[in-house]
């Protein structure tokens, strides 16, 4: 079921930042863990990013940590995921989800259609 919309992606060089926003409804969006997912070809789906909308508290893979940084903003039902010091192998096609607990994609049941970032090196 999609739930979310996502937008930001694009392609950026090695070291560069991009922004993705998740917009959800206010439904999904209230005391709701949300998260930021990746996938590449030939590979399975990954937790980069998460948080709990009621609380705040947020969750990272550890490749993540100390560059990428999830927000929330409650007005719009928004969720972003602010990435710095990118890396070529950051480069995958991130989905937005809703639903679940943490990064395990597989407790997740509402994604989005998907956003492809592209770093080059």
């Known amino acids: 079921v999609q739930a979310q919309v996502e937008s930001g992606g694009g392609s950026v060089q090695a070291g560069g930042s991009l922004r993705l926003s998740c917009a959800a409804s206010?439904?999904?969006?209230?005391?709701?863990?949300m998260g930021w997912f990746r996938q590449t070809p030939g590979k399975e789906r990954e937790g980069v990013a998460a948080?709990?909308?009621?609380?705040?508290?947020?969750h990272y893979a550890d490749s993540v940590k100390g560059r990428f940084t999830i927000s929330q903003d409650n007005a719009k039902n928004t969720v972003y995921l602010d990435m710095n010091s990118l890396k070529p192998e950051d480069t995958a096609n991130y989905y937005c989800?809703?639903?679940?607990?943490?990064?395990?994609?597989?407790?997740?049941?509402?994604w989005g259609q998907g956003t492809q970032v592209t770093v080059s090196s």
């Open positions: 206010a439904l999904t969006f209230y005391k709701n863990y």
């Open positions: 948080i709990y909308t009621g609380s705040g508290r947020t």
């Open positions: 989800a809703a639903g679940g607990t943490g990064l395990a994609p597989e407790y997740y049941n509402e």
